[in-house]
């Protein structure tokens, strides 16, 4: 995932060169509504990613701006992810896949449940994600 090659002029094209893989989208979501933040927690998380494409995805999206490395507070061998405000800003691209899913195929009762909040007042729900979001993040940098 190199920054500078960019297959065309295309604002769809050019986003998906940045997130458009399964992949980088999993770890964003991860870090999105997951609250996972480090390297083992990705490899935990139920689609099995092999542990060189997570490495080369978590550095494209780090290239990128999505997301950031720090230091984990606990341990000098971990780093600890967290998504930039770039990265954030794709919580209403990732609302809108989650609301088509819901609107086309079955999806679990919790998941439903959260979506149809969601629904109601698309913008009060963003802004508590985000809100939550840039807490986690500040929480984060005074930890390290």
Known sequence: METSKKRSDC?????LDVFGDKWSLLIIRDLMFGNKCTYN????????????I?????????????IEKSAHPD????????LTSKGIDLLPV???????????????????ATMRDAKKDKEKFAKQIIKELRTRKS??????
């Open 94 to 112: 990732l609302m809108e896949i989650y609301i088509w899913f819901d609107k086309h195929y079955e999806m679990p009762a919790d998941l439903k």
């Open 11 to 15: 604002p769809i094209s050019g986003s």
């Open 139 to 144: 929480d984060n940098k005074s930890s390290s």
């Open 75 to 82: 341990s000098k061998a971990k780093f600890l992810y967290r």
């Open 41 to 52: 927690d990705f490899l935990k998380s139920d689609e099995g990613i092999a542990t060189n």
């Open 54 to 66: 997570l490495a080369s995805r978590l550095k494209g999206l780090e290239e990128h701006g999505i």
